[in-house]
């Protein structure tokens, strides 16, 4: 499912984008201070970011956004502020965004707020409020301005609705003017040009306020407006965003540029929830250029259902469950949530893309939950208090033949958990063929005993997965060169499906990793772990549950001992005693191997596919993920 087939069926579900709204006859009204939700208290511990703004006088030579812009102290405190401070620094954000709903026509429009303004804050007299079609407000504060558009009316019963639908389509459909539902016969081209008005607007705004520097902002629909647009108009203006949906694309589109040209990991910011399916699929296709800042499940509170069956299908693409994914959309999409429960909670986590990087390096994201049955089977509720890694991060990383067929192999499922004692990952992984059982046991020609359970042998040949941690995040690392040495901070270990350390080879399980050539000492070290319980795994057969999905594979399951998560100071990670949540490397990886016609020559994997790193030197623990366990 894609981003407009999404709002369709979510309109059909109901209209609860902004659930403070009323329908009454618009009016004038006296212009009054709108002024930020009530803050709760902090419920846990702020975690430490990275930045890509100025965090010194001098800045960035390159920036898209100097020191001296008026919004560079916003930025600042949306990248590093404690809560408080990222409550004052995105409320007047919010309040724009929430009035653009309820203080222009359509359905969401409340007449108490016509010509509200945000606290503080002069609203510009010029607004577009078109009966159907593209809407915006300005507001000024000095030399700050907000541009706000608005998102999407979900009533497409209302003229307002079927403008907004029609636009959808257009800019994030992928659909042509012939290609549109009939309803759209009764717009204009121009009344349909969302991105041209939106450029308009803001470019008069500015000519209005030519000393006034603006931010633009806006939920869903009316976020992807902002960015594309932000894009266009070039640095200054920064985009800071609520929801957008994937926008990489459009901007090479409509501005004629790739993102990357375009200075916008310093100017655009991405606020969303993590279980947001629109966040969701925008993450997956990798299409917010920027930075990205989210919040996070509350402890204890799990995936919602509707989510899980929403976007656990395959990598890039939501659930063909058209009703499930509504539902997730009302419930964690809709600005309603995002205004009451989302922005006046704690701040959320922010991970910014190095703009010089040529290869992914996510962060992910652990949380205390329930101790699962370690069998290889993803029972159902098992992982509903995990984190989902999918949600964060598509396994793009190819280091043999490029996996191009979601039949031939797929990550469907990801999740990251642990209790008072162990991490624990859960793994469901789609792959047409099973080595060993639908072909022979065929050896490569690189090296003819990878079968053998001793340093010779290829531990990792077969189908397989690995997991790679290094707790040192800090220590330095030259040109890449820098693998896990094989201990307690550093290490790498393998379950393959065809052979185990405890069950010998016809038995799944785990073996050890690398490194092999260090004269045994890692090794030995992965072998102690795997015999007395400090790793534990196991995988089995995929479990064909979901309805129509008859795709064929095999699920793993990981237990990892806080003796292995040593840290810098010296001691094992511990939930019990840890004041602040702990961040630490990590990387995942997955080999295939089919027949030996479409393996490798040499080492005769099909497909070696990570969630981190570049090829060729992904090993490296400088091009590792990172982990946030919060507790």
């Known amino acids: 499912m894609r981003w407009s087939g999404l709002l369709v069926a979510a309109g059909v579900l109901g209209r609860a984008l902004c659930d403070e709204a009323s329908r009454e006859p618009r009016k004038t009204a006296v212009e009054s201070p709108v002024s930020a939700p009530t803050v709760p208290p902090l419920t846990h511990p702020v975690v430490p970011i990275s930045s890509p703004f100025n965090s010194s006088p001098v800045g960035h030579a390159q920036s898209g956004l100097s020191a001296a812009s008026p919004w560079a102290a916003t930025l600042q405190s949306i990248a590093f502020a404690d809560t408080a401070g990222f409550h004052a620094a995105v409320g007047p954000l919010a309040m724009a965004t929430y009035l653009s709903y309820t203080s222009t026509s359509g359905s969401y429009f409340n007449a108490s707020d016509t010509n509200r303004t945000i606290e503080g804050w002069t609203r510009d007299a010029v607004v577009a409020d078109p009966n159907g079609g593209m809407r915006a407000i300005a507001f000024t504060q000095g030399l700050r301005g907000i541009i706000v558009f608005r998102g999407t009316d979900l009533d497409t019963t209302t003229r307002s609705g079927q403008a907004d639908s ?14 549109l539902q009939p309803q759209c016969s009764a717009f204009t081209a121009a009344e349909l040009d969302y991105y041209g008005r939106a450029l308009a607007f803001a470019r008069a705004a500015q000519d209005r306020h030519p000393t006034v520097t603006f931010a633009l902002t806006g939920h869903s629909l009316g976020a992807g407006l902002a960015v594309v647009v932000a894009a266009a108009l070039g640095p200054p203006s920064p985009a800071i965003v609520f929801s957008s949906p994937a926008v990489h694309d459009l901007v090479v589109k409509l501005v004629g540029q790739p993102p990357a040209s375009l200075n916008m990991t310093d100017r655009v910011v991405y606020l969303a929830n993590i279980v947001d399916p629109v966040y969701h699929e925008a993450a997956a296709l990798s299409g917010l250029p920027g930075s990205v800042c989210t919040w996070h499940v ?19 693409y939501l659930h063909r469950n058209e009703l499930e994914c509504a539902k997730c959309f009302q419930t964690e999409h809709v600005f309603s949530q995002y205004f009451s429960t989302s922005i006046p909670g704690p701040r959320p986590t922010c991970a910014t893309p190095d703009p010089g990087a040529v290869f992914p390096q996510p962060t992910l994201r652990a949380q205390r939950g329930t101790t699962p049955t370690i069998d290889g089977v993803l029972s159902p509720a098992e992982w509903d208090d995990a984190y989902s890694v999918l949600a964060v991060v598509t396994p793009t990383v190819q ?5 191009t067929d979601s ?35 065929w050896q490569p020609s690189g090296n003819p005993e990878a079968r053998l359970l001793n340093r010779t042998g290829w531990p990792w040949y077969g189908d397989e997965m690995e997991v790679l941690v290094n707790t040192l995040i800090d220590a330095p690392c030259s040109q890449h060169k820098c693998p896990v040495v094989g201990n307690s901070s550093q290490w790498q270990m393998v379950l393959n499906t065809i052979k185990s350390r405890l069950g010998g080879y016809g038995v799944g399980g785990l073996m050890e990793g690398e490194p092999r050539g260090d004269n045994g000492t890692a090794w030995a070290t992965y072998s102690r772990w795997i015999a007395t319980g400090t790793f534990r795994g196991a995988t089995a057969p995929r479990l064909q549950s979901r309805p129509g999905d008859h795709r064929h594979g095999y699920q793993v399951e990981w237990a990892i001992d806080f ?64 982990l946030w366990l919060l507790v």
């Open 563 to 626: 003796a292995a998560i040593v840290l810098p100071s010296g001691e094992a990670f511990d939930p019990e005693t840890a004041t602040e949540d702990v961040s630490i490397g990590i990387n995942l990886a997955f080999g295939d191997v089919d027949t030996r016609a479409v393996g490798d020559p040499k080492y005769g994997l099909r497909h070696e596919t990570w969630i981190s790193g570049q090829k060729n030197t992904r090993t490296a623990t400088d091009e590792f993920a990172t």
């Open 166 to 179: 029609c636009a959808d389509s257009l800019l994030f459909g992928g659909k042509l003017p012939s290609q």
């Open 298 to 316: 509350p402890a204890g509170a799990g995936t919602p259902a509707a989510c899980r069956l929403c976007f656990a299908d395959q990598p890039g």
């Open 407 to 441: 039949v031939d192999w797929a990550l469907a499922e990801a999740w990251i958990k642990f209790d008072a004692t162990h991490l624990y990952l859960g793994f469901d992984i789609i792959d047409d063929v099973a080595y060993g059982t639908d072909t022979s046991s």
């Open 399 to 403: 280091q043999f033949s490029p996996v």
